[in-house]
């Protein structure tokens, strides 16, 4: 385990845990064990498919269509890394298990050009090298990060807890919601992902210092005077901000 310290755009670091290699590969083995399972499940299906089919002199058309049925279903195992990562946050099944997920470099929710990055560099990382490449980069890395988080501009992270906001920068809010910051609007939305990185670091290690800089810098930059504890102070911006940003 080690701490890494990422500066973000407000001249602010975040601390993350990278987790333990033993992990990595833990949830690897469960992600990996659950495409085994799928494809001895698909391999047994389309067998029964091939064989309640009767062998004939013509049958061209029946084998264009189990290509085209095999891919279909082959197809989850290319890309189930890859649709993983961007619905759940950074997390694969293996990875939410065990309790580890993947983040940009500047602390925020890595965006979709960097998960197809990873995914694409996968290969290189585990088979044509048989897993050695992502070892040994992993290790020698000051970031632990194999070759697709290197190429992409992610990192691993541990996650310890689940907190009171939504893991991502945008959630629902409810009609009677009223807005108190319109200022917020001249904020980023790789602001916004430093202001729930905040959130989140200070739900994790208890230090709301981070917190509380980053609400005087976030005040001074906006010129906001209403003062509010920092940690209810930035939900509060990331609610203005969901509201503003999905009006009509």
């Known amino acids: 385990m080690e701490k890494i310290k990422i500066p973000t755009s407000f001249n602010i670091e975040l601390d993350f ?38 062998p004939s002199d013509d049958d061209l058309p029946f084998l264009y269509n189990m290509s085209a049925v095999d891919l279909l279903f082959f197809l ?25 997920k993947v983040i940009g470099e500047d602390g925020g929710r890595a965006f979709l050009y960097q998960y197809l990055i990873r995914w694409l560099i996968r290969p290189f990382d585990f088979m044509f090298t048989l897993g050695l490449g992502a070892l040994l980069t992993a290790v020698i890395s000051k970031k632990n990060q194999r ?13 310890r807890i689940d907190t009171d906001i939504n893991d991502t920068v945008f959630f629902e809010l409810t009609d009677e919601y009223k807005p108190r910051f319109p200022e917020v609007m ?48 930035l939900e509060t911006l990331l609610k203005d901000y969901n509201y503003y940003s999905n009006r009509d």
């Not at 290699?21 to 389309?46: G, P, S, V």
């Open 147 to 159: 070759l697709g988080d290197m190429a992409a501009g992610t990192l691993v992270i541990k996650t």
């Open 186 to 233: 001249r904020l980023s939305d790789r602001d916004m992902n430093t202001i729930k990185g905040v959130l989140n670091n200070t739900a994790r290690y208890n230090n709301f210092d981070v917190a509380e800089r980053l609400s005087d810098k976030i005040r001074t930059v906006l010129n906001i005077t209403e003062y509010m504890e920092a940690v209810v102070f």
């Open 17 to 54: 845990e990278t987790p333990e290699f033993h992990k990595r590969f833990f949830a690897w083995i469960i992600d990996f064990a659950i495409l085994f399972a799928y494809y001895i499940i698909i391999t047994k299906i389309l067998k029964k498919i091939s064989a309640a089919h009767t």
């Open 76 to 100: 989850p195992l290319l890309l189930y890394h890859l649709v993983c990562e961007i619905s759940m946050n950074g997390q694969s099944i293996g990875k939410k298990v065990i309790g580890i």
